[in-house]
């Protein structure tokens, strides 16, 4: 994998983390509005910026082929529908959480899913580790043996993330399609749905009396959640799984932040033995992605001024491709 292909996969990751931890807090501002109410507005105006961002890339074919494909074939339709389920689920929960006092539990499932990830990648993918892969890996190993000692479980909201995004991941590789045009199509999937849900809640009638709701608020959380998505899905289809995996650590460390200095959710002293340990995974996870982001950066300057040369012109024909 090339520096500018890794470098710009580390990069969205990254931004990515910054716009959901954004989004968690957001919801703040939009009551009366509930968990389901928001989950369904969220769908509603994150489809017209997703059609925008395939229009914008110019991936108005590969759509057009791939729903015709899918009314072709019912086998693949139902896998699409699966991942899009999958999606849904955890879209609702993320927005759910912060407004019912969990948002600390999901952050934990998004301090665990990475664990998971690394895990796939390691065993399923046979993706290598390094020694400070390693070590993160048993920093949140401890973590999370803390919290089965002091709990003897873990919260439902946890599980559903933890669990619920891998298998997601894992379907959409499978696919081996363009990540925003299965986004697209995941969100026209979820769109009857969330408009069912709407006009069944009389959610409709609550957002045209306000019209900070209707014409601000809302279309601006279909523009965060369009950008932070796509962003989040380009990058699992440019960094290895592993690598994508403990990136995802920077994301649930905003979340307690938001939780705790926006939404005042406490951290209890026994819960500082589960986030400590995670945490210290986070720290080596930063020093891992830097180390490899400079290795990779240093391979490529000890190139004869030949083969960069053909390397950056095989990079820009990658790019026409893409």
């Excluded at 990254?14 to 389901?36: E, H, N």
């Excluded at 590789?173 to 408009?195: I, K, Q, S, T, Y």
Aim: charged share 10%; aromatic share 10%; hydrophobic share 60%.
């Amino acid at each position: 994998m090339n520096q500018h292909v890794l470098g710009r996969g580390i990069a969205l990751s990254v931004a990515a983390s910054a716009l959901f931890a954004l989004m968690s807090g957001y919801t703040k501002w939009l009551a009366p509005l509930d968990g389901l109410d928001i989950f369904a507005w969220r769908i509603v105006w994150t489809l017209p910026g997703a059609l925008l961002l395939v229009a914008l890339r110019k991936r108005w074919p590969p759509l057009c082929a791939l729903v015709a494909k899918l009314a072709k074939n019912v086998r693949l339709l139902a896998a699409f529908a699966t991942t899009a389920a999958l999606l849904g689920v955890q879209l609702w929960i993320f927005l759910w959480a912060p407004l019912h006092g969990r948002a600390l539990e999901v952050s934990l499932g998004y301090f665990l899913m990475p664990l998971v990830m690394v895990l796939l990648g390691r065993f399923y993918y046979r993706e290598p580790l390094d020694a400070l892969q390693w070590a993160g890996v048993t920093a949140a190993a401890v973590g999370v043996a803390h919290e089965l000692i002091a709990t003897h479980a873990f919260a439902w909201p946890t599980l559903v993330v933890m669990l619920g995004y891998p298998p997601y991941f894992i379907l959409r590789r499978r696919f081996n399609a363009d990540p925003l045009v299965a986004f697209a199509v995941e969100m026209m999937l979820l769109a009857p749905f969330a408009l069912i849900a709407l006009v069944l809640r009389g959610s409709f009638t609550v957002v045209a009396h306000s019209p900070l709701l209707s014409m601000v608020l809302l279309p601006g959380l279909g523009a965060l959640s369009t950008i932070a998505l796509g962003s989040y899905l380009r990058a699992s289809r440019y960094l290895p799984l592993a690598l994508f995996g403990i990136l995802g650590y920077v994301e649930p460390v905003l979340l307690v932040a938001v939780a705790v200095v926006l939404l005042g959710e406490p951290i209890s002293a026994s819960q500082w033995g589960t986030y400590g340990p995670i945490w210290m995974a986070v720290a080596l996870t930063a020093v891992h992605s830097a180390r490899l982001f400079l290795r990779e950066r240093a391979m490529k300057t000890a190139l004869p001024v030949s083969e960069h040369h053909a390397g950056v012109e095989h990079e820009i024909g990658a790019q026409r491709v893409d």
